[in-house]
């Protein structure tokens, strides 16, 4: 199964800050690297897909962007709102796998 | 609109099975994947396996094989899940999610999530 490791685990940053997030990929994956923000108590939202495409409705201080097997979501000024565990997915091959996620929290 | 609307929460006892379903409406139902997710209470996310209703084919998280049993109601638009020999290891969050394509695809709709809590 391909492995996706997500770092840092966990992070805190201060309202307005530019963070990003990575996810490595243990084997070739193409760009079929979606990621998704989940909070308490609601499904997870979808945020990147193809690895750089915006999903509907996000705002656009989020970008996804690729090199060779790391990913990385970027949120250019971090919001209150942006607080929540960040997944990665691949769906290259099956079984699709997350990574284990990345905690944001504010400073 | 696409929506996905799963059934409600439940308690059941161990040993027990239990069937979640995934009410699709605002698109034509056959044409995508329908994909499970689990998360256990202060876990990640894992993928159980989809199901591609306009071929009745299904793909499955080796990890789930024997556990989940996905199906397809192509006269409801529904998707369901049943678990079987519940232990406390699958009280879990349970959602479903529609693949953006046919397959092969990353999930741009999501239910609500089923809580399934295992208890005597």
């Known amino acids: 199964d391909i492995q996706l490791t997500q770092s840092p685990s966990s992070m805190s940053a201060s309202l307005g800050d530019r963070v990003s997030l990575t996810c490595q990929s243990s084997q070739g994956i193409g760009n079929y690297l979606s990621w998704y923000q989940h909070k308490p108590g609601k499904p997870p939202k979808p945020m990147i897909y193809?690895?750089?495409n915006l999903a509907d409705g996000v705002p656009s201080r989020f970008s996804g962007s690729r090199s060779g097997s790391d990913y990385s979501l970027t949120i250019s000024s971090l919001e209150s709102e942006d607080t929540a565990i960040y997944y990665c997915l691949q769906y290259d091959e099956y079984p699709y796998t997350f990574g284990a996620g990345t905690k944001l929290e504010l400073k | 609109e696409v929506k996905l609307q799963q059934s409600g929460d439940e308690l059941v006892r161990p040993g027990a099975s239990v069937k979640i379903s995934c009410k699709a409406s605002g698109y034509t139902f056959t044409s995508y994947s329908m994909h499970w997710v689990k998360q256990r209470p202060g876990q990640g996310l894992e993928w159980i396996g989809a199901i591609i209703p306009i071929i009745d084919t299904t793909e499955y998280n080796q990890k789930f094989k024997g556990k989940a049993t996905l199906t397809a109601d192509k006269s409801s638009n529904t998707a369901n899940m049943e678990l079987s020999r519940l232990t406390s290891e699958d009280s879990a969050v349970y959602y479903c999610?529609?693949?953006?394509?046919?397959?092969?695809?990353?999930?741009?709709?999501w239910g609500q999530g089923t809580l399934v809590t295992v208890s005597s």
């Open positions: 193809y690895a750089t």
């Open positions: 999610a529609r693949s953006y394509g046919y397959t092969y695809d990353w999930f741009a709709y």
